[in-house]
């Protein structure tokens, strides 16, 4: 059970993950569109209201967060990713460049990536 629980938590941080980090240098400059799984949407969308603010966005993504920061002493290393980033994309969040990803560094690059995402400018994010 405890596996099973924890490889389900660990499925939906790496998919939250792959769908805000690029995974290649042309990533960043090309256009993309996060692609919605019905129950993922559902778990994002607290409020129920059939879209994700960036609010929402943010909550579940510190989450995701605080599930790989397995020591629990607010920065990501490597070998606490290793299972669902890349080297690029750890390289990616490290914006300081110190070996390790701090929560507001995450946190900055997930918010840039949802407003990115928000294609008309409301805030939100609908199911595609």
């Not at 980090?21 to 993309?32: E, G």
């Not at 949407?41 to 129920?48: A, L, P, R, Y």
């Amino acid at each position: 059970m405890i596996k099973t629980t924890f490889t389900k938590t660990a499925c939906r941080v790496a998919l939250s993950l792959a769908m805000v980090l690029p995974v290649s240098a042309m990533a960043q400059s090309a256009p993309s569109t996060m692609q919605w799984d019905d129950a993922y949407f559902v778990e994002i969308d607290i409020d129920k209201d059939g879209r994700v603010s960036v609010e929402e966005y943010e909550i579940f993504m510190r989450d995701a967060f605080n599930k790989l920061d397995k020591d629990g002493n607010g920065r990501l290393t490597r070998a606490e990713t290793l299972e669902v980033l890349t080297e690029e994309q750890f390289d990616f969040l490290d914006k300081n460049k110190d070996g390790e990803v701090e929560l507001d560094e995450f946190i900055v690059q997930v918010t840039a990536e949802f407003k990115r995402q928000d294609r008309d400018g409301d805030g939100y994010l609908k199911r595609r």
